[in-house]
């Protein structure tokens, strides 16, 4: 008897126009540093245009920690190369400077010395400022400056008739996504284990308080968990003890939004003492358990294109999901733009298993525990041998399950294999497969293994892959129109910042309550 799952891969197979319109982007972010790897103290460069109006290149947290980001691309080739012009770009207009291309920060300086990002005077700027001040203050600074690889997809509307029930496209688009979402967290574990490449720390990282304790020390600047993956994504990186007891649902999109909802507009205590104003000034938009919808710390996280002044929860219950965002993903140290085109025709595999397989709902509140204990073990002690995993309440070997994932993947990666005419797709499964059988060729433990061989310091190891990079993107070049297109974006973005200065007509604090208003 067929599976559902091999109906829906057979309708494809008979529209492969379909699977040429999936669309893929990124944000990659990376902080600036100087020659000697130190976090730069420098403004956003003004060669690279205004972070707040610049579609290509902007700031995430810090005032050194850059993003930039791609256009939707129907092509994983064409994505990584929109990628590194954007990195050559910003290595010939900021030269002196490099992007420290790993996860885990740089030499960090103290705490109140890391630069809040700066976005202007507009009421726009102003609150994505506030925002990350409010970020400092619950937080701290240090975690802000970690760093990753976003990874957004979407499926065309099309495609949703074929995969997902419901009335109305609409509703259609969101079933998929969220049961897309449901099974990306059933095994997002896997990324982990097959990318995860931030097994090690410096010192100056551990200004965290506890942290040195739970870590193993490689030499006098170098902490590490010897079987860990990603700290990154592990309880000593980005992670909120406030949001740990957050049962959202993913069960639907409905249910979903109202939980969000619910985390944007209930006090805190903690955040309640801090207060919203200190010396006259905003240091947070509120006091609640998140301030907006994307303080929320997620691997995945369902989106719609916002504009000025809308939220995301408002938009996501109005317009619906328009793609999904997938934010685990470690910078990749040996590729030049922190990921390689290898890694994004894998995570297209993945993406579209996870969209086509059968997604059952996940019991009540509607979230799975289990995916997430499983998630969090892989990121500490992936590469433990022996190491087990749960699955439906029954305990079985991460390297079983690895391998059952991978064979689920192969008819996708097939699939998109006779979209685009090669056999680029299974050849990226095959690499991962390799992995599989040798954790000695994972990210994590490569890294961890060059730092033992050549007797280097995580920071000094990082440095010299960062600076290679940097040599290299500043040696490259970019043609004539696309050197022209980045430079006119960089100047209208200025233009643009300009204009929404001039425009507005509020108080600051009349368009935060307009803002919190919008929430619905």
């Not at 639907?252 to 909802?261: G, H, K, M």
């Not at 890694?343 to 297209?348: E, M, N, S």
Request: glycine fraction near 6%; include cysteine.
């Amino acid at each position: 008897m067929k599976s559902l799952a091999s109906d829906r891969r057979a309708e494809l197979a008979a529209r492969p126009d379909l699977l040429r319109t999936i669309r893929r982007g990124i944000e990659k972010e990376g902080l600036r540093v100087d020659s000697a790897g130190n976090l730069a103290g420098t403004p956003h460069p003004a060669a690279l245009g205004a972070a707040l109006t610049n579609p290509h290149i902007t700031t995430d947290y810090s005032e050194s920690l850059l993003e930039l980001i791609t256009s939707p691309i129907p092509s994983a080739n064409a994505l990584i190369d929109d990628l590194t012009d954007i990195h050559t770009y910003v290595a010939h207009r900021n030269p002196d400077e490099a992007i420290w291309n790993q996860s885990m920060p740089a030499h960090l300086p103290p705490e109140a010395d890391i630069p809040v990002a700066w976005y202007g005077t507009s009421n726009t700027g102003m609150l994505k400022h506030v925002y990350r001040l409010g970020l400092a203050w619950r937080y701290g600074k240090i975690m802000q400056c970690i760093a990753g690889v976003h990874y957004n997809y979407s499926l065309p509307e099309v495609a949703w008739d074929l995969l997902a029930a419901g009335d109305t496209a609409q509703v259609r688009r969101n079933n998929g996504y969220m049961g897309l979402i449901r099974n990306f967290m059933r095994h997002s574990w896997l990324l982990m284990y097959l990318f995860g490449a931030s097994p090690a720390v410096s010192r100056s990282f551990l200004q965290r308080a506890g942290f040195e304790t739970q870590l193993t020390r490689l030499s006098p600047d170098t902490y590490c968990l010897p079987w860990a993956t990603s700290l990154r994504m592990s309880d000593l990186g980005y992670k909120s003890p406030t949001q740990s007891d957050l049962q959202l649902c993913y069960n639907d999109l409905d249910t979903f939004t109202a939980r969000i909802y619910t985390a944007c507009t209930t006090p805190w205590p903690a955040y309640e003492a801090i207060g919203t104003h200190r010396d006259g000034q905003r240091i947070q938009l509120n006091t609640n358990i998140l301030q907006i919808e994307n303080e929320y710390y997620s691997s995945i996280r369902p989106k719609q294109t916002a504009g000025r002044c809308e939220r995301p929860n408002t938009i996501l219950r109005e317009r619906g999901i328009q793609y999904i965002e997938v934010r685990c993903m470690d910078i990749d140290p040996w590729a030049p733009a922190g990921i390689r085109v290898e890694t994004a025709r894998f995570l297209d595999a993945f993406l579209l298993c996870c969209a086509v397989e059968d997604s059952p709902l996940f019991p009540p509140p509607g979230n799975c525990g289990e995916s997430q204990e499983n998630f969090a073990r892989v990121a500490r002690e992936g590469r433990r041998p022996g190491l087990t995993l749960t699955r439906d309440g029954q305990t079985l070997a991460m390297k079983d399950w690895a391998e059952q994932a991978l064979s689920a993947i192969e008819p996708y990666a097939r699939l998109l294999d006779e979209g685009s005419g090669d056999t680029q797709h299974r050849a990226a499964l095959e690499a991962q497969k390799a992995k599989i059988a040798d954790p000695d060729t994972t990210p994590s433990a490569r890294l961890l293994a060059a730092l033992h061989t050549e007797k280097r310091e995580f920071h000094d190891w990082t440095l010299t892959q960062s600076q290679a990079h940097w040599a290299n993107l500043k040696a490259r070049q970019l043609s004539a129109a696309a050197l022209a297109a980045f430079d006119r974006a960089a100047r209208d973005s200025i233009a643009e910042q300009a204009r929404l200065e001039a425009s507005d007509t509020e108080s600051f604090e009349q368009y935060v309550a307009r803002f919190h208003a919008a929430l619905q």
